[in-house]
């Protein structure tokens, strides 16, 4: 076991590490966090972390580049104050979509910002659901990645009748989430038969598997611009669906992802708390049901605390 516990947050998800702090009995530690008249940020640890187990958490949400720099900024800090372990807690990594090379040269970013973290001072990271299980390999240190799809499945189960549903993948290379989704409530899957024009237009095509007269759930890693999701909408409306949900891990809901998703027609869409939710968002989406992963964050941070294993929280 490791000296005393620490929790600092920055400022992507203020609510989601209080809820943390609560399950976990501990009070969030004191960050000073601010700019300059230039726009530099500046970091300052308000109390002494020396030995110290540190726990910091910050989601890669809107502005993305600030809230990266804001956390190295504040690793470096934790390091350079001594802290005896420092584990960046990251609920949502939006780099993770840039995996590959797939265009001539650009960068494979999602590597690039697991360099730097380590870098800035990490000792490891805690993650949640990244867009691809290969990021994980881009870290060259200890990574628990953890899943919200238990927390997801349980919400279905308790609150929609499993008998008439069906999971949906977007596409071929969702089909392994949506598939561990299906699994878990022990239902079909279905996979829709995509093709990506550019980041926010798809063309959608039939629809591999039974949807007729079934009540389908689009499982999905994230929510970005909806526009995958309202095409996907549409193709099982075509092929007979009764109904559509919708079950995202991520809520990122940028540019014009509330307006499609509040034209969509979608039944319930159901999302984590991985990234904040502004309330004018929330008003505008009657049907967005928000479920919180803090208490799977705090047990995990309580294992690595203890040195317990984490991949027995998922049996």
Same mark, same amino acid.
């Given at each position: 076991?490791?000296?005393?516990?620490?929790?600092?947050?920055?400022?992507?998800?203020?609510?989601?590490?209080?809820?943390?702090?609560?399950?976990?009995?501990?009070?969030?530690?004191?960050?000073?966090?601010?700019?300059?008249?230039?726009?530099?940020?500046?970091?300052?640890?308000?109390?002494?972390?020396?030995?110290?187990?540190?726990?910091?958490?910050?989601?890669?949400?809107?502005?993305?580049?600030?809230?990266?720099?804001?956390?190295?900024?504040?690793?470096?800090?934790? #390091?350079?104050?001594?802290?005896?372990?420092?584990?960046?807690?990251?609920?949502?990594?939006?780099?993770a979509r840039s995996d590959k090379k797939d265009a001539p040269r650009i960068s494979i970013a999602g590597r690039l910002v697991a360099d730097l973290l380590r870098t800035?001072?990490?000792?490891?990271?805690?993650?949640?659901?990244?867009?691809?299980?290969?990021?994980?390999?881009?870290?060259?240190?200890?990574?628990?990645?953890?899943?919200?799809?238990p927390t997801m499945a349980a919400h279905f189960r308790e609150c929609h009748d499993l008998a008439r549903m069906v999971a949906v993948a977007t596409?071929?290379?969702?089909?392994?989430?949506?598939?561990?989704?299906?699994?878990?409530?022990?239902?079909?899957?279905?996979?829709?038969?995509?093709? #990506?024009?550019?980041?926010?237009?798809?063309?959608?095509?039939?629809?591999?598997?039974?949807?007729?007269?079934?009540?389908?759930?689009?499982?999905?890693?994230?929510?970005?611009?909806?526009?995958?999701?309202?095409?996907?909408?549409?193709?099982?409306?075509?092929?007979?669906?009764?109904?559509?949900?919708?079950?995202?891990?991520?809520?990122?809901?940028?540019?014009?992802?509330?307006?499609?998703?509040?034209?969509?027609?979608?039944?319930?869409?159901?999302?984590?708390?991985?990234?904040?939710?502004?309330?004018?968002?929330?008003?505008?989406?009657?049907?967005?049901?928000?479920?919180?992963?803090?208490?799977?964050?705090?047990?995990?941070?309580?294992?690595?605390?203890?040195?317990?294993?984490?991949?027995?929280?998922?049996?």
């Amino acid at each position: 076991m490791h000296n005393e516990l620490k929790i600092f947050a920055c400022s992507s998800n203020p609510a989601l590490a209080d809820e943390i702090c609560r399950h976990l009995g501990v009070r969030a530690s004191p960050l000073n966090i601010s700019r300059f008249s230039n726009d530099n940020l500046f970091v300052q640890i308000c109390e002494n972390v020396r030995e110290r187990d540190v726990f910091v958490l910050q989601s890669f949400t809107e502005p993305v580049s600030d809230n990266i720099m804001e956390l190295l900024i504040t690793l470096d800090a934790l #390091r350079s104050a001594s802290a005896g372990r420092v584990t960046a807690v990251i609920p949502y990594y939006s780099y993770a979509r840039s995996d590959k090379k797939d265009a001539p040269r650009i960068s494979i970013a999602g590597r690039l910002v697991a360099d730097l973290l380590r870098t800035a001072g990490a000792d490891r990271v805690l993650t949640m659901d990244l867009h691809a299980d290969q990021v994980h390999g881009f870290f060259s240190m200890p990574v628990d990645h953890l899943t919200a799809i238990p927390t997801m499945a349980a919400h279905f189960r308790e609150c929609h009748d499993l008998a008439r549903m069906v999971a949906v993948a977007t596409d071929a290379g969702g089909a392994k989430r949506a598939g561990r989704f299906a699994e878990k409530l022990d239902i079909p899957l279905a996979i829709i038969d995509k093709r #990506r024009i550019s980041d926010t237009d798809v063309h959608q095509g039939q629809v591999v598997g039974d949807v007729g007269g079934m009540d389908a759930v689009i499982f999905e890693d994230e929510i970005a611009t909806g526009g995958t999701l309202v095409a996907t909408v549409d193709t099982l409306r075509r092929a007979g669906a009764r109904r559509v949900m919708a079950g995202a891990v991520h809520p990122v809901l940028c540019g014009p992802a509330i307006e499609r998703l509040a034209a969509s027609g979608l039944d319930a869409i159901v999302v984590s708390n991985t990234v904040a939710v502004a309330d004018d968002k929330r008003a505008r989406l009657p049907q967005l049901r928000i479920l919180s992963v803090a208490p799977l964050l705090a047990a995990a941070i309580e294992r690595i605390h203890s040195g317990e294993s984490v991949g027995a929280l998922f049996g």
